[in-house]
Every structure is written in structure tokens, then in C-alpha cells.
């Protein structure tokens, strides 16, 4: 698949409103900007799911602007043609095909493997200095960071947008796990209909680029240290409500996202089983899978923590529960670091 190159665009070429700008783009596409500063690049990649627009609503802004960056920096625009499917920003990928950022680790065999592929050539091409990877959560979410490694130079990236920091060994694919030859994080802006997230994108967005050093100062961080996943198995049922479902194998409650970054205590309530119990859940962590129950378990078909959880990513989106995951949680408290 192509990544088409779009360079220097002024203001005026970028359509006033952010669905026509996604409607006028020719599908995949780098855009490069001319910095103060022509001897160094940031690389800003965000759409590699369809239905996360703050990270494009940034860009577009910023593009409407007329701004010039500190550097030399290049925005990646990955899954138009799922952004752009009716209705709009629905869709993380288009129907049948796979997940964009479990694409990034070889092999590149069909046309999402060979995007990733051309995104990691791109950036490597342009031999930036840092690469942030904006996100939406799928559900309501405060913002957060992902990186795979607990460093100054992440910490001082993560600063420019967020107060959380969750570093994780999980193996997915995606592009923050590349060996590129510079920092690489993932910014989760927020909810994909939270307001907030457009704000905690554009906001950190002018900070990466105006920042004439991007290394030059950490912030204290709240830390979550190497989180696990809660996956449903294929093939089996699940939906929300506020009652167990006798037509689904897992029912998780509807207002399962109030837990993003709250404790959830033992005990408490999570959903409802069906006869089948646990047999239709598994945790992952790094590159093996754990016992569902030494976390989870189910009373009078109930299910609960075992113990003190702390949640985030919770979504009450059934496909993208059943096609990625229910939601993340780590199981010991989240501790303030020293800067």
C-alpha cells in the first residue's frame, strides 16, 4: 500500500473542516513540515485505528495554523479509508481486515502488513529525533502513555501531554514496540467522544513541536508497571447491560468505563457468566497467558476481582471487546514516581 508524501502544504490547502481535510486525503499519507531548526525531525504518526480522531484533529489545527515547527517534523496519517467509512469514525478497521497496529512486526504479507512496513521505512528514512503515537481509548478514559520502557527520554516525551505513564512488555505488534532508533512513545489522548481528549492531543501537539528541546525537562509521572489484558476466546458471546444476558457467554456492565484509573476493589462486581463460567475469558501478560481465576472469579454467576484492581481501556464497545481486549488492569497500587 502506498504512503503518499505531501510537502510544506499551506493553510489555505487544508479544508476548513476536519471530516473534508480525512475526505481530500488520497489514503495513507506523510506530511512534512519545514522546521527553525532543518537539522532535526519529530515524527508525529495517529490514525492507525479508524475511529481515534483526536490525534487528526490535532494535526488538522495545527495545519490550519499556519505554524512553523521547531523542527523539521512529519505527521503519518495511517487508516483513512476506516476513518472515512460511514459513519465517520466509526470503524478501528475496516470489516474483515487486520488491526493496523498489530501489523508492525513481521511478516508484511497482505496490504496492512505492507503499510506498516512503509510507515517504519518512512520514519527510519527520516531519522527523527522522537515519534509519538496518538491514540484514543474506546472508551471514556482520562489520558495516558504507553511506552515499553521506563526512561528519562520517555518520561520527557509523556510530560508534553500526560500525567500517567504505563509501561508494558505486552507483545501486540504495534509500533511503539519497533526497534527504531529513537524514542517511541503512545499517547492515549482520552475517550474517543470525550472532549477532553481533543484538548490533551492539540494541547501536547503544540508542545512537541514548539519545544526547541524536547528532552530538556521531566515531569513526575504516575506509574503503571507492566499491565495485563482481560481477553475474550474467540467465538464466544459478549454484550453490556445491567443484568446477565441469557443469550451471551459474558455480560460486562454497562458502566464498566467509571473504573478507567479507579480502584476496583475485591469483590466488586464486574458482569455476569453464563454456565460456562470462566472458560470463555483468558489474561495475557508479556508473551504468555495466566490463570483467569488467580484474578477473577464467579459467584452465583457473578464475576468479580479476587483482589484490588486497577482498570483502564475498559470499553463497552462489543466488537472491539471481542476482536482486542475487555480492558487492561494491573494489580498493584499505582505509585507517584520522583522526577
Known amino acids: 500500500m502506498v504512503l503518499t508524501v505531501w510537502e510544506q502544504p499551506s493553510a489555505a490547502a487544508v479544508a476548513p473542516r476536519v471530516s473534508d481535510f480525512l475526505c481530500d486525503l488520497p ?57 472515512r467509512t460511514e459513519p465517520l469514525f466509526y470503524f478501528r478497521q475496516l470489516p474483515g481486515k487486520r488491526d493496523l497496529n498489530r501489523c508492525f512486526s513481521p511478516p ?25 503515537d496518538i491514540h484514543n481509548t474506546s472508551g471514556s478514559s482520562h489520558g495516558f502513555a504507553v ?62 513541536l514548539m519545544a526547541p528541546h524536547v528532552f530538556a525537562e521531566e515531569r513526575p509521572l504516575t506509574l503503571f508497571q507492566h499491565p ?20 451471551r457467554d459474558v455480560t460486562i456492565r454497562k458502566d464498566i468505563e467509571r473504573y478507567n484509573f479507579a480502584a476496583l476493589e475485591a469483590g466488586a462486581a464486574l458482569g455476569w457468566l453464563g454456565e460456562e463460567g470462566l472458560t470463555h475469558l483468558q489474561v495475557v501478560a508479556g508473551d504468555c497467558s495466566h490463570p483467569v481465576e488467580e484474578f477473577f472469579q464467579v459467584r452465583d454467576g457473578i464475576l468479580s476481582a479476587r483482589s484490588r484492581l486497577h482498570l483502564f481501556m475498559a470499553t ?4 472491539i471487546a471481542a476482536s482486542d481486549c475487555l480492558f487492561y488492569f494491573v494489580t498493584e497500587p499505582v505509585p507517584v514516581s520522583e522526577s
Open 316 to 319: 463497552t464497545r462489543a466488537d
Open 108 to 132: 508484511y504479507t497482505d496490504n496492512e502488513g505492507l503499510l506498516a512496513q512503509a510507515i517504519l521505512q518512512h520514519i527510519d528514512q527520516c531519522q527523527p529525533e522522537a515519534v509519538i
Open 147 to 208: 511506552a515499553t520502557s521506563d526512561t528519562p527520554a520517555a518520561r520527557c516525551l509523556v510530560g508534553l501531554f500526560v500525567d500517567y505513564l504505563i509501561i508494558t512488555d505486552l507483545q501486540l505488534g504495534s509500533l511503539m514496540e519497533q526497534p527504531l532508533a529513537c524514542p517511541v512513545v503512545t499517547i492515549e489522548a482520552g475517550g474517543a467522544l470525550d472532549d477532553a481528549a481533543d484538548f490533551v492531543a492539540s494541547a501536547g501537539l503544540g508542545r512537541y
Open 27 to 83: 489514503g495513507p499519507v506523510a506530511i512534512h513540515l519545514h522546521g527553525h531548526d532543518r537539522s532535526r525531525c519529530r515524527v508525529l504518526v495517529t490514525l492507525l485505528h479508524g475511529n481515534e480522531p483526536s490525534g487528526l484533529e490535532a494535526v488538522h489545527q495545527w495545519l490550519r495554523s499556519g505554524k512553523q515547527p521547531a523542527v523539521d517534523t512529519v505527521f503519518i496519517i495511517a487508516s483513512v479509508a476506516a476513518a
Open 228 to 247: 495485563y489484558r482481560l481477553e475474550l476466546l474467540q467465538h464466544s458471546r459478549i454484550d453490556y447491560a445491567d443484568h446477565g444476558l441469557r443469550d
